[in-house]
């Protein structure tokens, strides 16, 4: 009996040892054949990684300095806690694939989760073709109802690889991370269950020379982190996040980003997509990008961009702060439909052409530029109120715009700055310096300083500061963020203790001072202790009332413009977004033919995405009435009408 017990427990060890996770180790030197499981055992070839199913927990290792011609489509799936990794062995050089003429990815991950990619170099150096589009690595979600989690990549070298700039789904990148369904024809609706993908770590890689893409993140809402890459020479966009909730853009080094997108002669489709910009975030809610560093944007002539940051369609309460802007094609973008977004402590030097476009609302959408530096010693730097591309939809200029609060302004030498409102496609757009604005005072431009011309007069700021911010060292920026202490308030700067406070301001000013003391500095710097403690209290409630306000614009921002009825005597108000918990009101509407009314209290449809409202009435007696909404939160309401109409509308902060 002992002897068959021995004999079990090795029988199960061998078993268990069998099923545990493995390494894989991967050699030009290698034999398919061989079991892999040891650098004398090595495989050999790319295709014997792609043709294995790996396991949670196992590992493959390419050796270092060794080249592999071809591609990797890489199957299995880890879990967070036991993801597969690839890497490489045996010394520091990368192991380098080369996917030559081929098209599509150097390594592919396709609805496949759990894995870490790292130290890995991948290349092409094939001439670009029509048609014909690539990426580095390539992680693509599309299988119905899955959901995926955990991807990394890490250290990898990604250059040289040049596909088609545009009129494609599948975007040529070096990073590519996609989480998508089909695509749903306008009007028609579809069962599929779309996957999710969650928790992503694109950090440490060094991109160059890449046509059109560095790191792109599209349909990925939880986890999003790309963090510390470094690129040089793309054709188009640096980083595009899109679709992020609480998504973390950090530490990134983008250089000469947007060289070839807009060409004139760029062979094939003229229509394709020209606008590019370096660091850009679309669909995002609360999402950040902070401390990175962005140089020499390029801006070939159909390209309208050329942006170090972007605030781009559907974008909430995100933020921009801490970075770096300099000799860029202008600094930052806000499109329309856009809500609340906000920048604050960036530093602008020299930047060029366009420094801030805004495409939006003033009032509705409410996005911020605060606390920022805008330095320029040569050229005229435009403040661009953009009315749109064709002059029968012209924005009314009363409506368009941003509020700039405590921000530094700084012309010198052949600097300086304009505000003008643009109108026309990128090739024959027309800039107005004259017009101006009916609004009160105060409503755009709001306490901050100015120094040196401006071109057209200097902006309707009541609480403006006309005079020298004396910096250490104006125009001393050099490259990395640790090189703009130049930046920094000299003791007798008229800008300390001269700013407006913030609410929810980050507490920290872009060289790691506290913003506490009660005297909110203009500009970039806090001198700290040059005044009072605030009243935290009071702090507190402004914050709160900020908050509040935020809650109440969003809910009615929500809301559609019109209602088109039906005979089901029943309103149908679809929402951007479904009412936030805690926003009170009323949603009421009047009979017409007999005065009677109809109260549907918020309450009872927060959370909501479509609100069905009973009203007992057809469709003819419903057009040309209108419901009247009231929200409430704290000290904050919002009134406003929505009629009954022909004609769908969009929402109400258009």
């Keep these: 009996m002992k002897r068959i017990a021995i004999f079990l427990m090795a029988l199960f060890s061998t078993i268990w040892l069998s099923a545990g996770p493995k390494t894989y180790f991967v050699s030009p030197d290698g034999n398919d054949n061989a079991t892999g499981l040891s650098v004398k055992d090595a495989w050999k070839s790319l295709d014997k990684i792609s043709s294995t199913e790996f396991q949670p927990g196992d590992q493959i290792l390419l050796e270092s300095g060794a080249v592999w ?4 489509n890489l199957k299995g799936s880890g879990t967070p806690e036991q993801p597969i990794i690839l ?5 520091k050089k990368l192991p380098v694939i080369n996917i030559g003429k081929a098209e599509g990815a150097g390594i592919l ?3 496949q989760g759990g894995w870490e990619i790292s130290n890995i170099e991948i290349t092409s150096s094939a001439a670009p073709e029509l048609g014909v589009t690539r990426q580095g690595i390539y992680v693509k979600v599309d299988g119905e109802g899955l959901n995926l989690e955990h991807i990394v990549i890490k250290d990898c070298f990604i250059h040289d690889i040049w596909g088609q ?4 789904r599948e975007r040529s990148s070096a990073i590519l991370v996609s989480c998508s369904g089909p695509r749903v024809p306008r009007g028609e609706t579809s069962t599929f269950v779309r996957p999710t ?11 160059e020379r890449v046509d059109k893409t560095g790191i792109v993140t599209n349909g990925v809402r939880n986890g999003v982190k790309v963090r510390r890459n470094y690129m040089d020479n793309l054709g188009g966009d640096g980083i595009i996040v899109s679709g992020a909730y609480r998504g973390l853009i950090e530490f990134n080094e983008i250089h000469r980003s947007c060289l070839r997108s807009g060409y004139l002669d760029l062979p094939g489709d003229e229509n394709w997509w020209p606008h590019t910009a ?4 679309i669909r995002c809610e609360e999402t950040i990008m902070q401390f990175n560093e962005v140089y020499d944007t390029g801006r070939e002539p159909k390209n309208g961009d050329g942006f170090a940051y972007d605030f781009d369609f559907y974008c909430k309460r995100c933020i921009a702060q801490y970075n770096y802007s300099k000799d860029n094609h202008g600094f930052l973008l806000l499109m329309y439909d856009i809500f609340e977004n906000v920048a604050r402590y960036n530093i602008s030097q020299n930047d060029k052409t366009h420094l801030v476009q805004m495409q939006g609302s003033l009032m509705e959408d409410n996005n911020m530029l605060y606390n920022n530096v805008f330095y320029v010693d040569h050229g005229t730097l435009d403040l661009d109120f953009f009315r749109g591309d064709f002059p029968e939809s012209a924005k009314d200029i009363n409506k368009l715009g941003a509020h700039f609060y405590n921000n530094i302004f700084y012309a010198t030498g052949q600097g300086r700055f304009r505000t003008a409102y643009s109108l026309g496609e990128t090739m024959v757009r027309t800039f107005d310096e004259v017009s101006r604005p009916d609004l009160p005072a105060g409503s755009i431009f709001l306490n901050n300083c100015y120094y040196g011309p401006w071109k057209n007069g200097l902006p309707d700021d ?3 500061i006309v005079a020298d911010p004396k910096f250490v060292a104006a125009g001393s920026g050099g490259y990395g963020l640790c090189s703009l202490e130049g930046y920094i308030l000299q003791s007798d700067s008229p800008c300390i203790n001269t700013g407006m406070y913030m609410p929810e301001n980050g507490r920290r000013d872009f060289f790691g001072n506290a913003v506490e003391d009660g005297k909110t500095d203009i500009g970039a710097f806090e001198f700290v202790g040059s005044g009072s403690f605030g009243d935290k209290t009071k702090e507190a409630q402004m914050d709160q009332d900020a908050r509040d306000a935020s809650t109440v614009a969003w809910s009615k921002w929500s809301f559609p413009l019109g209602i088109v009825p039906d005979d089901s005597q029943t309103a149908s108000i679809r929402l951007q977004e479904p009412i936030e918990t805690g926003v009170s009101g009323t949603i009421t509407w009047v009979n017409p033919k007999n005065s009677k009314t109809v109260v549907l209290p918020v309450e009872k449809v927060a959370g909501q995405g479509t609100i069905a409202m009973k009203l007992k009435a057809d469709r003819e007696t419903l057009l040309g009435t209108t419901l009247k909404v009231q929200l409430k939160k704290g000290r904050f309401v919002e009134e406003f009408e929505i009629p009954f109409t022909d004609k769908p509308g969009k929402r109400q902060g258009q």
């Design 69 to 72: 011609h071809g591609q990797l």
């Design 87 to 91: 890497s490489s062995f045996g010394g």
């Design 109 to 111: 991950l396709h609805n």
């Design 165 to 168: 700039m545009g009129s494609v």
């Design 197 to 207: 993908l969650s928790n992503i770590l694109i950090e440490g890689n060094r991109i």
């Design 278 to 281: 370096a660091c850009w975030i």
């Design 462 to 464: 009541p609480k403006a």
